[in-house]
């Protein structure tokens, strides 16, 4: 197969034109039950949502095998399953996360003190922040 054919078969597969969607499809799928059973490396299921522990994603990470069958089973998730997962614990060292936290709490608090805060374009000003 040549490289135009089969970019143009992966992008009908991703890409959402007019008549993909389906109402009747969509009420079936979120009235579906995710079971645990379903989904052998998952630790938990909470509201169909398939959660993994951080800590066996990342143990997992550097032995080959096992790290396969964790990524087949979430593109199975992604591809025909729930849609979604949850990594309880995904990173080990949170600190990065919490100092950008910090920074964007300061970022706001000092859009606030000056009113030049512009919140988002979903919501009416002041409603959120950033």
């Known amino acids: 197969m040549d490289e135009e054919t089969l970019a143009a078969g992966v992008r009908e597969r991703v890409w959402i034109?007019?008549?993909a969607g389906s109402f009747a499809r969509f009420c079936a799928q979120v009235s579906e039950s995710t079971?645990?059973?379903?989904?052998?490396?998952?630790?938990?299921?909470?509201?169909?949502v398939p959660i993994y522990d951080g800590s066996r994603?990342?143990?997992?990470?550097?032995?080959p095998a096992r790290a396969a069958d964790i990524m087949?089973?979430?593109?199975a998730i992604l591809d025909t399953g729930p849609g979604i997962v949850v990594i309880r614990g995904g990173m080990a060292d949170t600190s990065v996360v919490d100092e950008a936290t910090e920074v964007f709490e300061r970022i706001i608090d000092d859009e606030q003190a000056s009113?030049?805060?512009?919140?988002?374009?979903?919501?009416k000003p002041g409603a959120n922040d950033r």
Not at 57 to 63: G, L, N, Q, Y
Not at 72 to 75: A, D, G, P
Request: a negative charge.
């Open 17 to 19: 034109g007019e008549g």
């Open 35 to 48: 079971e645990l059973g379903d989904w052998p490396e998952a630790e938990a299921v909470e509201c169909n």
């Open 57 to 63: 994603v990342r143990e997992a990470a550097v032995e």
């Open 72 to 75: 087949s089973e979430w593109n």
């Open 115 to 123: 009113g030049t805060g512009g919140g988002d374009h979903f919501a």
